[in-house]
Each structure stands twice: as C-alpha cells, then as structure tokens.
C-alpha cells in the first residue's frame, strides 16, 4: 500500500515515485510491504520534473539495514522466492523451552495458536514407520498440555460436588475404570466426569501453598520476592530436612516394593528418576540423574556408588564406575601418557628440551579430564544406577549438603517430591484444567475450535490416562501440544537390557503399584525416544501419529 506523506506531498520526485507504486500495483504484482520484500531507496534529491532513477549512495533511513532495491525484471514467480519462509507449525510449542522453561503462558496465547495446532502435519521423519493405536512411552515431566478438537470440552468443567469425591475416592483406592470407545454425550457421562477427576490427581512433597515447587530448575526468578522464613533458621532447616529425607525414604520402600511404580526427585540443580524393576525394560531398580556435573560423579564415585554413563558409553567412551579403573579408562591414559613420552624425546632429539617448557601434572591432568568437563549441565551427563547401588543413592542423596541450595530465593529448601501414588508426609494435588471455546478461521468462514489446557507436573501416568480419557470422549479425534521440562527430556534414552522381561510376570508383580493396567503396559515398554519428548500428537479415527 502507498504511503503518502502531506507535507511532502508537492516534491516531484515524490509524485512519480507515487506514480511507480500505482503502477507496480496495476501490474498484478504484491505490493511490497505485503508480500514481505525489501523496501526501495527514495529517489535522489535533485531529481526534479523528470523523476530520475534511485540514487545509489542514498538509503531510506525508516527501512531496515537488510534492504536492498529489487530488480524489476524479475519475474512474480520470484516474489514468491523472495518472501520469508512461514514459522512451521510447531514452532511456537518449543519457543516456550527457551527462556529458562518460562511454561507459564498469557490467557491469549491459547486463542492464538489453536489456528495453528488445529491444522497439523507430519513429514516423513515426524511419524512412526506404522501407524500405532498408543503412544511411544514419554518418561520426561510435562508443564502444560493443550487439546484441541472440534467436539466441546464442557464436560471437564464444573465438577459436581459427588463427582469431585468420586474422583478422589477412586484415585485413593486405585478403582480400574474401562470407559466405552466413543461416549455419545460427554456432559451427561458421570463417569467420565470422575476419571477425569481421578487422572489429574498427584502427590507432593513438600508442599507449600504460596510456593512454586515444580520445576525446580531455573525457578529462582519465580520464587524471587517470596516468604521464606527457613532461608535464615536453621533450626527450621534441619526440621525440614528431617521430613523431606522420612518422605523420600517411605518413598523408595515403596518403590522397592512394587507398590510405587517410580517418583521423581527434583532439586535446584538436577532431577532424578527412580523406576520400579520391571519399568523401561528392566529388571532391576533403576536411576537416572540430569543433568550432572563432574563434581556430583567424583561425590558419587567417593561413596561407592557405582554408575555408567548410557550416552557416553554408546559413543565409545570408558564406562564411569566407583572405581574408576575400567578397562576402556586404563588403555586410554596409557596411549596418552605413550604420546607424551614420545614427543618430549622428540625434543630431546631436536635439542630444544630446555627452551620448551613442559607441562606440569596438574595440566596433563586437566586436560584428560576435559572430556569430563565439557558434557557438564548437557544431556550427555545423564548417569545411570541400578540395582542395590540405588539404595547407596538413597543415603547419598539425604546426606548431601549440596542437595540443597544455601543461597538466593530456593535457600533451605529441600527438593521436591514427586509420585503418582501416597507416601508418607505427602500431599495430594491436582492438576489444573480448564477449556476454551473460541472462532478460528477457515476457508469458508468462521468455525469453532474447542481446546483443553492442562497445567502442572504432569506425569507420565498422568499424560497416558488423559489420552485414554479423550480418545473417548472426543471420539477418537483431537490433537495436542505437550510442554516438556527440558532437563527431563533425556529419561527417554534406552537403556542397556540384559534379558527380556515377560511382560505377564512384570504386570503380576507390579498390580498393586497403583496404576491402570494399560497405563503399567505403556510403562513396561522399552523408551524409544532417545534424547528427545512427545512435542505434538494428532490422533484421527483412534490412530496416533506423533512429532518429538
């Protein structure tokens, strides 16, 4: 569109380049600012009556550094080739994860992306090579879901009293409830109305109302300006910490027990996940911490624990153990310290041994440890611990005094906890929820868009019942935008299995563990996601496809 300026308005170089405008508009092609192209310099100053050409060592001052003039031979095909590539669909649901795991979204965030997320599309990396009726297992912890669909979400709002409490009854009881395939009037489903209760429900520990205590990592500008009266007592640190270290130790028995599927330990700086043998493939206890530093394995490695490191062993780096004397670690000191010898007698030889200075041991030592050093606070750090070594973890872990931060908003305070079923000094929560009607546009006007966000650590029980739920509700069609806590993402790697698990001895064992059976199915499975979490799942006539 041409853009007059009134005090101007009388220069001739002005009118013509007007007149250009008019008839670059008449010619069939885009106007410039609304196809996206570079702006064109204002004529030269002294161009009078005839309106001569750009002047080349002139520039538009309001037009940004990147413009340049456009050729006018080119032809409309290339104005096409010219305009910026559109953000793809599932750009904005990964933004998110880029300032510090900010999940917390503006109410008119939501209205803007369904256009976005209602319209989906794969390509040939993105979906599975069959087409699947579940899920690939998702071990990492999302912070908010967003379902949409062209069925209504009224049903999850405004739980009656009755259907509130059924809810919680069910979820304390562990109540196994099978809803039919498509459910006819959602509204009018009681039913639905109390599972629907019963997947948003977790336990917490500690719980502090004014408090955000998930996620932990990254959170001291939320926490900044908070009440903390245990920051500056310490009295009231060790009462805190005594609780916190009875809850994780009710927890892990649990876990030890089959009667917890697994739970999650949140700190400042690092999240753990511990698994119930027969999880992920495995038939031990397993643990897995991220992100770690070198400084957390040499405290580990000093207790006696004894961990690998999954990602580094598969690109053919030594196995860390307690002792730290593998193999894989002892070869390769010796070629390094053979290298060494051999280029110091290379000097020796040339005769400049004195002129050179050689290194001291301190450096030689810092630079075989670099290695270690440089996958610090990245996914490559995950550690793995099996078996009994979980339970050195255990004590490890409660008496750590760097498990807790000593200064800024998150100081005296223990970590989190995290469990799909009860523990001792837990409290239960639940889940945020809450739908959204609104008018999106289409080719043939306006139609509405129904969407459902979810908010809060949601687990993975949490997600696998939610889908469940919706794929009858909304008969078999929806489509979902999942915000992963980043650091958790990796939980999803493969882990090295020595034997195959007999799926029915696995789901005897694990039946009071408190989970849906096909919940504890999805579960048992082997990760295959790799580094990488669920981002953006579709589901069309009950078959998935999905994009990580």
Known sequence: MALSVPCYSTHPSFRNAGLRRKRARSSGAAPPLAAGLHLRPFPAAGGRGGGGGPAAGRRNPFARLDNRPR???EPPDGLAREQPEAPGPFLDSNQENDLLWEEKFPEGTTVTELPQTSHVSFSESDIPSSENTELPVDWSIKTRLLFTSSQPFTWADHLKAQEEAQGLVQHCRATEVTLPKSI?????????RCTFQQSLIYWLHP????LPLFPRIGADRKMAGKTSPWSNDVTLQHVLMSDWSVSFTSLYNLLKTKLC?????????????????????????TALISPTTRGLREAMRNEGIEFSLPLIKESGHKKET???????????????????????????EMGVQDKIKKPDILSIKLRKEKHEVQMDHRPESVVLVKGINTFTLLNFLINCKSLVATSGPQAGLPPTLLSPVAFRGATMQILKARSVNVKTQAL??????????????????????LTMLLRSSQSGSFSAVLYPHEPTAVFNICLPVDKVLDREVVHKELTNCGLHPNTLEQLSQIPLLGKSSLRNVVLRDYIYNWRS
Not at 184 to 192: F, M, R, V, W
Not at 325 to 344: C, H, N, P, R, V
Not at 451 to 464: N, Q, R, V
């Open 71 to 73: 050729v006018a031979a």
């Open 184 to 192: 006819q009037d959602p509204k009018l489903s009681t039913e639905l």
């Open 207 to 210: 719980a502090l109302s004014w």
């Open 261 to 285: 599927p697994y739970f999650y330990v949140c700190t400042y700086q690092f999240t753990v996940l511990f698994r119930a043998a027969g999880l992920a493939g495995s038939d031990l206890i």
């Open 322 to 348: 307690a002792s730290g004397t593998s193999l894989g670690y002892g070869e390769e000191q010796a070629i390094s310290d053979e290298d060494e010898e051999e280029s110091f007698s290379w000097l020796e």
């Open 444 to 465: 043939s006007g306006y139609r509405d868009q129904f969407s459902l966000e979810i908010t809060g650590p949601i687990m993975p029980h949490s997600l696998h019942s």
